[in-house]
């Protein structure tokens, strides 16, 4: 009768253990689900190209993406040789940059997009994807962009453009990774590294 009762107490006792497992995991399950839902995902949002046609940027999943607020009056601009070179580099490999023209800034951006088109293509021999002119930031900021500063969306990537040529990189999911801040050149090795370790997973 002991060893009945022990057995019992046994059982009891595993089943409570149990239970608590599965009530771990399901908590750890419920706070492991906002964490893999936090960031903008650009891929959900349709813009216009540069010569005006409607762009689903869901076509980019499965691309790492560099999205990238451009102007042809920055100081700045020069960073377009190396965005050139990135793209040539990379493109093979799943990579794209992602070309946003903004005149936000000082007025820097003023052009048509029919001139922003040329400049980019005869100056700097531009060839990766270029979008029409938006805005960044202020009341008027574009739906993407919206979302990509929100920090309530996009988290520690989120919080106002600060210039032209702030960089934003985008996984293979459409969701954002790094930010890189306009003084960070395209090439610089963090900005290669990290373009890397995404292409690579």
Not at 22 to 37: I, R, T
Not at 39 to 52: E, S
Not at 62 to 82: E, F, H, M, R, W
Not at 178 to 190: G, Q
Request: hydrophobic share 40%.
């Amino acid at each position: 009768m002991v060893e009945s009762d022990a057995t019992v107490r046994m059982t009891e006792e595993f089943k409570v253990s149990m239970m608590r497992v599965s009530l771990a995991v399901l908590l750890v399950g419920g706070l492991m689900v906002p964490a893999f839902a936090e960031g903008a995902k650009i891929t959900d949002h349709t813009v216009k190209n540069i010569d005006g046609e409607d762009v689903d940027l869901k076509d980019y999943e499965g691309k790492v993406l560099l999205v990238v607020n451009v102007a042809s009056k920055c100081g700045l601009t020069p960073q377009y040789t190396d965005l050139v070179e990135l793209h040539k580099s990379y493109q093979a490999k799943g990579f794209e940059v992602l070309g946003f023209p903004a005149n936000n800034f000082m007025g820097q951006e003023p052009g048509t997009d029919e001139e922003i088109k040329t400049f980019c293509s005869t100056k700097f021999g531009v060839e990766f994807p270029m979008f029409s002119k938006i805005s960044v930031k202020d009341d008027d900021v574009a739906p993407l962009y919206q979302e990509l500063i929100s920090e309530e969306e996009n988290g520690e990537f989120g919080g106002d453009i600060k210039w032209n040529f702030t960089k934003f990189l985008v996984n293979k999911d459409g969701q954002v990774v790094k930010r890189f801040e306009p003084k960070t050149k395209p090439s610089d090795e963090k900005v290669i590294a990290a373009i890397e370790a995404e292409l690579e997973k």
